[in-house]
């Protein structure tokens, strides 16, 4: 479509015109450039196959990854649970926290912006500042989740922190000695309260501690949670 767009605007200012010869080439060219990109399966529409199969271009059958339903489910009794994400752009770095207790209410929140830094860092500084807030709040039993598989993975001794963060993990060890702590992964879309508090502090480049007037978008993302409202992952 795009080339022959561009030849009918080439002929309407009486440029010189592409043979037929050469609209095709350029059609072809196109097909080869975007077909490691076109996922066409067996349940594709047969015109694209026929148009593949015209082009002599063979195409790559893939899996379907399966949808995956997720819902907020709740700590272990007696345990609070504390979200944390980070979120990094253009070189800057901020974090964010939310504190709910076992029934999903939110009992405090925090954005943080940490200035130049990577993802890996915002991630790393959200949760040493949320176990720091559970602290100073006295909870002592806290169901950790947080949706970098490599914080996770950090915390459990399963790889190394690089040097440039190991600043922040001693930190995080020292503060974990007083603490009740169950760390897990969870994926992002579970994550979305936590999540909406990294971007707040990246866009106001400020940080705040919520205890009580929290912002709307925030309660009612946590209000969905506790309702049991489905987030849909694609694979």
Request: hydrophobic share 40%; aromatic share 12%; with cysteine.
């Amino acid at each position: 479509m795009w080339e022959t767009w561009r030849e009918r605007n080439h002929r309407i200012h009486n440029d010189h015109p592409s043979s037929i010869i050469s609209i095709r080439y350029k059609v072809l060219n196109w097909i080869q450039d975007i077909n490691p990109r076109l996922k066409v399966s067996r349940q594709s529409p047969s015109s694209i196959r026929n148009v593949l199969h015209t082009c002599r271009i063979t195409f790559t059958s893939f899996r379907r990854k399966p949808i995956k339903i997720l819902r907020w489910s709740q700590p272990p009794p007696g345990y609070f649970i504390l979200n944390s994400d980070g979120s990094a752009s253009y070189s800057f770095a901020a974090g964010g926290g939310v504190v709910r207790d076992y029934h999903g209410k939110i009992v405090t929140a925090f954005h943080r912006f940490y200035g130049s830094g990577t993802s890996n860092l915002a991630e790393s500084r959200a949760l040493l500042d949320g176990l720091g807030l559970c602290m100073q709040l006295g909870i002592r039993r806290i169901a950790v989740r947080v949706d970098s598989s490599l914080v996770a993975s950090w915390f459990h001794y399963k790889y190394d922190v690089p040097w440039a963060l190991r600043r922040w993990w001693h930190k995080i060890r020292e503060l974990a000695q007083g603490l009740d702590l169950v760390v897990g992964h969870v994926y992002r879309e579970l994550n979305a309260p936590t999540d909406f508090m990294a971007a707040m502090g990246l866009s106001s480049r400020s940080d705040c501690n919520f205890m009580s007037n929290f912002p709307s978008l925030l309660v009612g993302l946590a209000r969905l949670d506790r309702m049991g409202i489905p987030y849909i992952r694609l694979g």
